[in-house]
């Protein structure tokens, strides 16, 4: 068995940004197949995607047509005209024809397909990085070493859902609709649950709850809030971004990040689905903070200052934890090679998305360059873009050396 691996690039993390990245690479940028992987611990690339999206319900994508894992921006408008022929549900929903969940894997599973990424697929975690002068060494969990000239680290925030102070952990009838082993302690009878959350997993886990008869709570913090995106679409292009590119300041840049997002919002057509659920009184809704939570045999109850709500089960939906992702290995990183941070801890990075010369980012890691859409599919698109222009100026230049 092979212990030693070298490579031009390594992804770590197969979500959405790493399944972009790696496309970008092999199709736009002429990498070699035989030098490039991708690390993810999952058994199939885009598995959180899967289950997070399978465990809220959802049925249409935030984002628009235009946001996917292929490089053809058209790509999946064209893939529509062949799905609709043999699926009843609507490709595309208003506005901004956003694409169904369903066609949306389907269209990744093609992709996956064509470019046979799931061979490039090491299913590990990467436990160790040392920065050389030639390359970079990642010890991986599966004993493989492996020396890579170019390193992405490509790594979301679905590995730290965010926990109130109240809930307890490890409790059989307490769960995070975003933990790992969340499908097996999904509700398989009728029962009493209260989704703790106002953004739009809680209501789509309320609502799929409740097409699967049970009796949803929804309690929230905040009323609702109504956005179309999480945050405005001219964060995408130069309308906005030049200004935040121009701020040197990056507490500044978090500043503005943290102001231009819409965190708890719910697009205008899933607020109506929940205003007619509580109209009905199929869902109840509770606008308060909870500060206890009292266990009985078989029952939670759950107090707030206004409310006490009695359920056989509590589900979490209130999102990912704010800090950097990727935890002590990334800590490790960081601390062994000096890699310049921001106050809030994430990396300062150039505008190729390099925080160090071997070493690039993408996703949460990438959003002090790339803004408030960083996390999204659009950032992903994005981060290829700019990899992509880096890889064929190189390759220009040396054209011309030569």
Not at 41 to 49: H, S
């Amino acid at each position: 068995m092979t212990t030693q691996l070298d490579l031009e690039w390594l992804i770590i993390g197969g979500g959405i940004h790493g399944v972009h990245i790696a496309t970008r690479l092999l199709q736009d940028a002429n990498v070699n197949r035989d030098a490039l992987r991708i690390v993810d611990p999952g058994q199939k690339l885009l598995e959180r995607w899967c289950t997070c999206t399978q465990t809220t319900g959802m049925q249409y994508l935030r984002s628009p047509v235009v946001h996917h894992l292929a490089s053809n921006p058209w790509s999946l408008r064209n893939f529509a005209k062949n799905y609709q022929k043999t699926h009843s549900e609507k490709p595309f929903a208003p506005p901004y024809d956003r694409p169904s969940l369903a066609m949306f894997n389907e269209h990744c599973t093609q992709l996956i397909e064509q470019l046979e990424l799931n061979q490039l697929h090491i299913k590990a975690l990467a436990t160790q990085f040392t920065i050389t002068d030639n390359h970079v060494t990642i010890t991986l969990s599966n004993h493989l070493t492996i020396h890579a000239k170019h390193v992405v680290l490509a790594i979301g925030a679905s590995n730290q859902p965010e926990w109130p102070t109240w809930a307890p952990r490890n409790h059989p009838r307490v769960h995070h609709v975003f933990a790992h082993d969340m499908h097996q302690h999904w509700p398989t009878s009728p029962e009493r649950i209260a989704v703790v959350g106002g953004g739009i997993s809680a209501v789509q886990v309320a609502l799929r709850l409740l097409s699967e008869g049970h009796s949803p709570c929804l309690i929230s913090r905040h009323p609702v809030r109504t956005h179309q995106f999480d945050s405005d679409p001219g964060w995408v292009g130069p309308k906005l971004m030049a200004g935040f590119l121009r701020e040197s300041n990056m507490n500044q840049r978090r500043a503005m990040i943290s102001h231009a997002r819409h965190p708890g919002s719910l697009p205008p057509g899933l607020a109506k689905q929940l205003e007619k659920a509580i109209k009905s009184k199929q869902i109840h809704w509770h606008e308060d903070d909870i500060t206890t939570l009292q266990q009985q045999e078989n029952t939670l109850t759950l107090l707030s200052p206004a409310h006490i709500c009695t359920v056989d089960r509590i589900l979490l939906a209130t999102g990912f934890s704010s800090q950097r992702p990727g935890g002590k290995v990334i800590d490790d990183l960081i601390s062994s090679s000096s890699l310049p941070c921001a106050k809030c801890g994430y990396p300062i990075v150039d505008q190729l998305l390099r925080w160090h010369p071997r070493i690039h980012v993408s996703g949460p890691l990438a959003e002090l360059e790339l803004g408030p859409s960083a996390r999204n599919i659009t950032g992903a698109r994005r981060t290829g873009d700019r990899l992509v222009g880096m890889i064929k100026q190189r390759a220009r230049h040396k054209s011309n050396l030569s």
